[in-house]
């Protein structure tokens, strides 16, 4: 079964720091782009950041970028997501998404449940 | 960057209508566009990429159309299941894929 475990999601203060992770099995992960996307509850989905299956391409949304850093490792299954700077309007429930086919063109087709971060102090 | 709006931001409808969601790009992304659907407390669901491809298992009601700026998610025959906030999102203007604000589907 394809599955993406989200974790590392928690209560932090402003300005502080946060690593999230996302485990993830049922398919080689080292063929695949990954993305992180967050939903604010009640608000729309906001799309993150995204790596290529060999680290090469990185992007970020410009709401993130110089703060947030994408990580994979693929020899351990593992995405991962270095928030720092946090601001409170970073919290949300962040996803890991796996991109459907190569490349980045088909969207994503498995989410995993999610990892809720909360910035407040 | 390119931006996504989707009109109408929200609809009611009734069990049996057809409902169409438009979404507009502000600039051309061929046919590099994806819908999702989300429920609440749910993960999104991928239903159709490149504009027009379903997704295995999603029902053949929902269809989706367009290329360049213009693209349309139709339900024909709208179910109790069918419920959620739709999404669109360009993937086009690699690395940064942008999604549409979302629109809410409701009981009338």
């Known amino acids: 079964e394809v599955q993406l475990v989200e974790s590392g999601g928690g209560l932090v203060q402003p300005g502080r720091s946060l690593r999230l992770s996302c485990e993830v099995s049922?398919?080689?992960?080292?063929?695949?782009?990954m993305h992180w996307v967050r939903q604010v509850p009640g608000k729309g989905l906001e799309w993150v950041s995204c790596?290529?299956?060999?680290?090469?391409?990185?992007g970020y949304a410009d709401s993130v970028k110089g703060r947030f850093t994408i990580s994979r490792d693929n020899a351990k299954n593992f995405l991962y997501l270095q928030m720092d700077s946090l601001r409170a309007d970073d919290s949300a429930l962040y996803y890991c998404?796996?991109?459907?086919?190569?490349?980045?063109?088909?969207?994503?087709?498995?989410w995993g449940q999610g990892t809720t971060v909360t910035v407040s102090s | 960057d390119i931006q996504m709006t989707q009109s109408p931001s929200s609809l009611s409808a009734s069990v049996g209508d057809r409902v169409t969601i438009t979404c507009r790009a502000s600039e051309s992304i061929t046919f590099h566009l994806s819908w999702y659907q989300v429920k609440a407390g749910k993960a999104p669901k991928l239903l159709i990429s490149v504009a027009s491809t379903l997704e295995s298992g999603v029902p053949s009601r929902f269809s989706g159309s367009g290329s360049g700026t213009d693209f349309t998610l139709t339900i024909s025959s709208l179910q109790p299941e069918d419920f959620a906030t739709y999404y669109c999102q360009q993937t086009y203007s690699s690395p940064r894929f942008t999604f549409g604000p979302g629109t809410r589907v409701d009981v009338k």
């Open positions: 790596i290529s299956w060999n680290s090469k391409v990185i």
């Open positions: 998404a796996k991109a459907k086919g190569t490349g980045w063109s088909y969207g994503m087709d498995v």
């Open positions: 049922g398919f080689t992960f080292e063929n695949f782009a």
